[in-house]
């Protein structure tokens, strides 16, 4: 069973020594990038990012629903990179979000937070909130953590 190891955890700008790694490697991907995501802080245990609403709307003029998908996968796969540790990676084999409470301007944030850290398999539910904290979705996703090739 893997442990959480000091690589792993968040130092106080929020940001694991692993997780900076990785993101100064790896990025966060075209996507996320492509729609604003900014990360805030990065552990394989907890993950924080923010997003704007605009850019990400669906005609109706709300955020479209794959946008919090989007960020609720960034935020869970990057988590369950950290956590798969060098030489695996961790790959997404579901996800799914619960849609509650709808958004038309500002910005939003995912919390992550690590429901199980396992040899092969991760699992995390991200918080989508508005500035008042109010919850918009709820996102779970699983990761498969495989050897890299």
């Known amino acids: 069973m893997r442990e959480i190891v000091p690589e792993q955890q968040q130092e106080t700008d929020g940001f694991s020594p692993a997780a900076r790694r990785m993101l100064q490697t790896r990025g966060v991907g075209e996507l996320a ?38 960020l609720g996968e960034t935020l869970g796969s990057l988590a369950a990179n950290v956590w798969a540790g060098s030489g695996f990676v961790a790959v ?9 409470r709808s958004i038309a301007s500002g910005m939003v944030t995912g ?14 539910e991200v ?23």
């Open 33 to 70: 990038e492509q729609m604003g995501i900014t990360i805030v802080e990065l552990s394989a245990t907890r993950s924080v990012a923010t997003m704007p609403v605009e850019g990400n709307r669906q005609p109706a003029g709300i955020l479209h629903g794959g946008a919090h998908l989007v």
């Open 92 to 100: 997404g084999i579901e996800i799914n979000a619960s849609h509650t």
């Open 111 to 124: 919390t992550c937070t690590a429901i199980h850290l396992g040899r092969t398999m991760t699992t995390h």
């Open 127 to 149: 918080a989508v909130t508005d500035s008042a904290g109010n919850r918009l979705s709820t996102v779970r996703i699983s990761n498969m953590i495989i050897a890299k090739r």
